[in-house]
């Protein structure tokens, strides 16, 4: 029997890319899973697929009811954090996996991004993690479950043309790790994601309008980086068991590990690869 079976799953920004990925293969392996996002249209379509998914995976008794759950959500907003959390916890008297998946990339020079341009990028990026995880940490703590933040390589180490992104994925990282030494001893999970760029349809153009004026590099994958896109599948099916396994990171693609390794010892030498990997000064 799946470790996930009729266990219950949270994932922000479920409504598309990698959050819809992830809510689909914890439907395949026999979660509850509740799917939140701003976008209802959005949020009606993935919950048509998850049923579909879940053919393959009926409920048991344990889960009677609804099999899953779309809740319209803006993780930026306590109120709506509360209620997408009450709700969840209401519907099947407990929460066993929080995603906080929900956030926003960008492309830009720091310099020339504003305060008011960090701000936004820190309360989407951030601050809704912490919202999710203070919310979350009491059914967590009752289930001995699983917190995931979602973090990025850009939590873990720069790119160039990044913007605000970096800045405001670095305290992810800080964040899950002050969590791991709080809630590991009371029996929570806590496990920071941290994925390299993913396989996208729209890779190569979805920064188009952020990233005028900026050298041609700037429009690619994580801001010219030069990594294969990773397959969202993979990465959502690596994740799961990354918590089966409790483990407290994961960093993707594992080759990357190095370069972070290097830069805490030798700055100078992971600046010069970084420079290689995107491309050399322009």
């Known amino acids: 029997m799946s ?6 799953a949270v994932v922000t920004g479920g409504s598309a890319g990698f959050g819809r990925i992830l809510a689909l293969e914890l439907a395949r392996v026999g979660a509850h899973v509740v799917v939140a996002a701003r976008d209802a249209a959005r949020l009606d379509s993935v919950l048509a697929e998850l049923e579909q998914t879940s053919g393959a995976a009926p409920a048991s008794n344990a889960g009677a009811g609804r099999r899953h759950l779309a809740i319209t959500a803006d993780v930026t907003v306590e109120q709506e954090v509360e209620r997408l959390v009450h709700s969840a916890s209401a519907e099947w008297g407990r929460i066993d996996l929080f995603v906080s998946n929900a956030g926003r990339s960008t492309r830009g020079l720091a310099l020339e991004t504003t305060c008011e341009q960090f701000r936004e990028y820190l309360e989407c990026n951030f601050l809704s993690v912490v919202r999710c995880a203070r919310h979350a940490a009491p059914h967590l703590l009752a289930s001995k479950g699983h917190l995931v933040n979602v973090g990025s390589l850009a939590a873990k180490t720069v790119s160039r043309y990044l913007g605000a992104y970096p ?18 001893p009371r029996g929570v999970h806590v496990l920071l994601l941290c994925p390299g760029p993913l396989a996208r349809e729209d890779a190569g153009n979805r920064y188009d309008s952020a990233a005028a004026g900026l050298p041609e590099t700037a429009r690619r994958p994580g801001g010219g980086v030069r990594l294969r ?23 993707l693609p594992g080759k990357v590990r190095w370069l972070l390794a290097l830069a805490q010892f030798a700055p100078r030498w992971s600046d010069w690869i970084v420079e290689k990997m995107t491309g050399g000064r322009n």
């Open 3 to 8: 470790y996930w079976r009729d266990k219950v």
């Open 167 to 184: 800045a405001s994925k670095f305290p992810v990282a800080a964040y899950s790790q002050q969590l791991r030494y709080e809630l590991g």
């Open 229 to 251: 896109g990773l397959p969202m599948p993979d990465v959502a099916r690596r994740t799961l068991r990354a918590c089966e396994r409790r483990d407290p990171e994961l960093i």
